[in-house]
């Protein structure tokens, strides 16, 4: 099945779109969410600070092995409720073969709070 091209935006579009590197700090079960998922604190460094995600990432990652893993995530987009907890910025991933969330990071360590470009 062949898609449709994305809709071009400009480079100036793409630079409205702030995504930095983060250190995931802890993560837990979030039992309240609809769909299976972790909540995630995350150090973006000291400009943006720690932040707080809701993260659909339960079949490809397991909450032992996330405190210290490095990820990327937009951090300028509202504060979206979810359940009874606010997500500050949204942790990419992208899908596995089964259409899973896997996340993406950088594969060495970088210093928190680096944006992407």
């Known amino acids: 099945m062949i898609q449709a091209a994305p809709a071009q935006i ?7 779109v702030d995504v930095r590197v983060g250190r995931i700090l802890s993560a837990e079960a979030f039992l309240e969410a609809r769909k299976p998922a972790f ?3 995350i150090d973006f460094g000291p400009e943006i600070g720690v932040r707080k995600s809701s993260a ?3 079949k490809n990652h397991s909450l032992k092995d996330l405190p210290g893993r490095l990820v990327l995530a937009v951090v300028n987009f509202p504060p979206r409720q979810i359940g009874p907890l606010i997500s500050e910025v949204l ?4 899908p596995d073969e089964n259409g899973e969330v ?4 950088p594969d ?9 470009y």
Request: aromatic share 6%.
């Open 39 to 41: 909540k995630l604190m």
């Open 108 to 116: 060495r360590d970088v210093p928190v709070g680096g944006r992407l």
């Open 91 to 94: 942790t990419l991933g992208v």
């Open 10 to 16: 400009t480079f100036d579009e793409f630079l409205k």
């Open 56 to 58: 659909q990432i339960t």
């Open 102 to 105: 896997m996340l993406i990071g």
